[in-house]
């Protein structure tokens, strides 16, 4: 402790500037250390003590004053007690904590916290003199710091060490506080990584499983492939293909969710037939696959394969109903027929395709059958995804009618945009969807975008009607009405906003089912419209069986009308058998305005072509409307 001296001579003087200058050195050096806890780092560490945090500013603080007893109280935050916390080796507990009663009731500690600075007051023990501050951050009280030391009647703390000590403080009650925001933080922290940690597993999950099956799905099939492969985990391996035959008979006449239970022990069925070793995902659907590391004779695979054929195909009950579900397999060898893994999966898929044409059941690769048959089983494969994708969307040429003077509809032409090759034309995948089947499902979804596209154009108050093509297959199916009708109360459409297109050529097959259906679909409210007409039959008695309100005249006639008179007079014909039928006619393939000048001087009704404009997006039929520039 350093005194203020009142009298000095010279010598004393002398001894007295070096003193205070020793001791203003030794303060400032203090001052510089309040910034080295390194608690940053103690904490990260997870070696952060309180105790010892409260030991080292009890140092500090001895190195600024010669104290004697030194304690630190702190505040509870739920009873907003002062807890005893620290307290230097010597203290007495019970002395201290009298002490604190006697300052809180004599008004010290108050008179403490208005000041803001330390009080000294008589203690209890007559010989010594008690220090109390109290520890404030700028939000709260956080505790409070009291010591004892010796009186000394001459004596008075220098106003330096009293800064010192308040600076101290307040950086100590600062620390306290980060620390307890920090374990607050921390807490949370650990309990948000935990749900964190959770739910990335769950996704994991999901990303990789299939959610009925809980099997691997393609995804996990596919990077399995990859992993055993590259990486050279095995030499050989087969890659199995099981399809269910004809499983979607069991979805529509029993539902979905008796066939969600038929995969469910279909899937069990697969599992139970193969090794421990064996991985079974779920392609997708109704295919399953099943990866076979290490096999390498074929009799191997083959007695795996008829494991699960005659597994899969033993009969169930289901409600109380018998099911009997016949598979197809197709298996592929890695790396005699393939080497890589689109190729494996592609091959397995082609002997899969050779066991459910010949229904042998169970099919190994040859080159034999990977011929052009191939490329419908790749669109068949690709399809499903492309679709999923939005990789298949309608493109919308519209039409222009002369009574109303206005663009009144437009035909939905779906594209699919491939991402290997390209921009692939309806002209190449609709074949291909017909002769695999998957054409239904590309009706359903072509007609879906073009429920949704009338829905938004109504509610922007414009009248427009979609034409959507269909095909032979959508007309045979017996179901088909039912499917639709579905699917419009999705939706918020009138009926008589979606045109279907329909050739003569569709029509020829099952006529009994197919009119039955178009009478179906009249009634709920849909326009018929007779697609490419004067390249079929062009039986007037369609015209008459068919409940059809618009016809379509084909462009191979309209096309170059203005240069062929013999396509002038058929159209003209067309033209005048609509109006006797009273039929709306529609010119397809109209490319000029001399055309399309001629097409309305005969009485045509609508036009639609390039002249007006080729398939385009819905947002540029609104350009086209709204700029009135037509016609
Ligand atoms: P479509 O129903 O006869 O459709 C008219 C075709 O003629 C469209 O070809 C259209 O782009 C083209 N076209 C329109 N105006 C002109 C013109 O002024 N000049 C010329 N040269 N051509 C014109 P796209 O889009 O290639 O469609 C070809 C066929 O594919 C369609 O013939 C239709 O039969 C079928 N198709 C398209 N989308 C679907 C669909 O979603 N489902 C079904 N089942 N078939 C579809
Ligand atoms: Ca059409
Ligand atoms: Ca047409």
Redesign the pocket.
Known sequence: MVFVQKEHLLEERIQYLEKINNYSAEMLEQALNLFDFNLKDRLKNGDYDKLKFLKDIETRIRKILPLDDVSFFLVDEKTSDFNLVYKSDSTNEAYILKELERLVNDWTFARALREKRSVVVNSLNLEKDILLHVMTTSSRIRGMFMASFIKNETSEIPEISLLLLSTTLLVCSNFLESIELYEILSKNNILLEKTVRERTKQLKHQVYHDLLTSLPNRNFIIERLKSLIKRGHVTSAALIKVDLNRFKDINDNFGHQTGDLALKIISERIKESCREEDIVGRFGGDEFAVILPGIETEKDVLNISSRILSNCEKNFVLDEQKFQIDVSLGISFFPKDAENISDLIRKADVALHKSKTDKSGISLYSEKYDNIDSFDIFIKVDFRSAMENDNIY??F?PRYCSKEKRITGA?????WEHPVHGLI???KF?PV??KTGI?KK??E???KKSLAQAEKWSEKGLDLTI?????AI?LQDESFPDKINRLIGQFNVDPRKIEF?I?ESSVMINQNIVIANLKYLHELGFSIAL??FGTGFSSLSYLHMFPVDNI?I??SF??NMDTSPENRKIVQTIISLGKSLEKSTTA????TKEVAEMLYEMGCDCI?????G??MRPEQIEDMINSREVL
Do not use: C, F, M
Request: charged share 30%; no cysteine.
């Open positions: 309608p493109l040429q035909e939905a032409l779906a594209r034309s309806p002209g609709i969807a017909e054409i590309l009706t979804h072509i007609l034409g959507v093509n269909l095909s959508d297109e050739t697609d490419d379509k084909d462009l309209v096309k397809e393939g109209v490319e639609q072509g390039y002249y007006l080729k398939p």
